[in-house]
């Protein structure tokens, strides 16, 4: 799937739904509990998220993959858990602060 930011999909697994922040350039299989996301504007079939896919994603948290140069927002959380393909999206580390010394 091409994505841009700003793009919106959903998962057809649990009720997960992103925001992309930043994509990279080419197609991306983006999924959600081991099945590939849809545009939120569409009705999924819903299936059950698969084990090893099930770690869940937060809402208002980041996920990016530097390899996969893309990065994305939870804007509703869920049960299953992020990947490009069958590699997991980890979480994004916070910035660290400055210092107010």
Same mark, same amino acid.
């Given at each position: ?10 998962? #057809?697994?649990?009720?997960?739904? /992103? /925001? /992309? #922040? ?7 299989? /983006? ?9 939120v ?14 770690? &869940?994603?937060?809402? &208002? ?7 996969? &140069?893309i ?5 509703? @959380? &869920? ?14 580390? @916070? ?7």
């Open positions: 799937m091409q994505l841009k930011a700003g793009t919106r999909l959903q998962s #057809v697994t649990c009720d997960t739904q /992103v /925001v /992309v #922040v930043k994509a990279p350039d080419g197609d991306v299989d /983006v999924r959600c509990g081991g099945e590939p996301m849809v545009p504007d569409e009705t999924p079939d819903r299936k059950p998220p698969a084990a090893d896919h099930s770690n &869940g994603t937060q809402l &208002g948290k980041r996920y990016a993959s530097d390899a996969a &140069g990065e994305l927002l939870c804007s509703k @959380a &869920g049960e299953g858990s992020l990947s490009i393909g069958d590699e997991p999206v980890p979480l994004k580390d @916070a910035k660290a602060l400055p210092s107010s010394d």
